[in-house]
């Protein structure tokens, strides 16, 4: 139920359903914007923009940052004469780029459990999201050559996907597993730019896309391309989780000479 009272701290909670797994690449709160560099700035304005770039779903954060005890849609929709589904698909926006924690309440009775919204206290908007050590990357890159390519591959995909897996079930969906195709690759997107990634889907004849303007990786991945696999390999463990095992083809990327990354599945 939407209504469903406010829960105690640590009931009904699902197991893993505190926002998104600690990102790839992250900084402590007191580092200083000056000290990014242009990818890692760049990264951190796509992560803020994706999450607070609409002025009703700002306002929303402001009203569940107010509310200790969290919200539901329903209570969001009402406070903001929406609708249940556009109040649902802003908070799970926020909880995208871990800016909410997702509670699950499973004492209300028969029926769907209802999902409670709370901020995450430890995180504030102006928190930069997701930032890269040039020296870190440089070394998974060489560290990677040196496994020989298809081995290289293989292990940077894998973990990518082990990685996607998690994030998808942070999300704390009871639809996980069972989201359309189409739904599943805008919640994939969504996560992506919460990581810096700066992506969003489009189709391209039968095929869906997920395009990314931006890596968070930078140059590093025209010198050690393998790294790409890592980004492949979230995308498959993400889909995966939210509507089964999809299979998923890197049409374009910036080692292979492109000005952006395009992975594509059939629809």
């Known amino acids: 139920m939407e209504g469903a009272a406010a829960l105690p701290s640590g009931a009904g909670h699902a197991e893993g359903q505190t926002g998104y ?12 914007v000056a000290q990014l560099n242009e990818t890692d700035f760049a990264s951190a304005v796509s992560a803020i923009t994706s999450a607070f770039g609409d002025p009703t779903r700002r306002a929303i ?11 539901t849609a329903g209570e969001v929709a009402a406070h ?24 699950t ?16 206290a430890e995180r504030t908007p102006f928190e930069v999201p997701a930032r890269h050590d040039d020296v ?17 591959a293989h292990l940077a995909e894998a973990v990518g996907v082990e990685y996607g ?17 189409r739904a599943a690759l805008t919640a994939v997107a969504d996560a992506l730019s919460a990581h810096g990634f700066s992506a969003h889907t489009d189709r391209d004849g039968d095929r869906l896309r997920i395009v990314n303007d931006h890596c968070p990786f930078g140059d590093a991945v025209i010198e050690h391309p393998v790294i790409c696999a890592v980004d492949r390999g979230m995308v498959a463990g993400m889909l995966g989780a939210l509507c089964g095992e999809t299979l998923v083809d890197l049409e374009s990327s910036k080692p292979m000479g492109d000005a952006r990354c395009i992975t594509s599945v059939e629809s």
């Open 105 to 120: 309440d499973r004492s209300s009775g028969a029926g769907r459990p209802s999902k409670r919204y709370r901020a995450v």
């Open 136 to 152: 870190i990357v440089t070394l998974l890159g060489r560290a990677l050559a040196e496994l020989g390519t298809e081995r290289a």
């Open 165 to 181: 897996q998690a994030m998808a079930e942070a999300m704390g969906d009871p639809q996980t597993g069972r989201r359309s195709i």
């Open 80 to 103: 903001f004469d929406l609708h249940a589904n556009v109040a649902r698909h802003h908070l799970d926006k926020l909880a995208a780029g871990g800016y909410l924690e997702i509670a």
């Open 61 to 71: 954060y402001v009203l569940v940052h107010q509310r200790p005890a969290g919200v």
């Open 21 to 32: 797994p600690p990102t790839l690449f992250r900084v402590p709160p007191t580092a200083a």
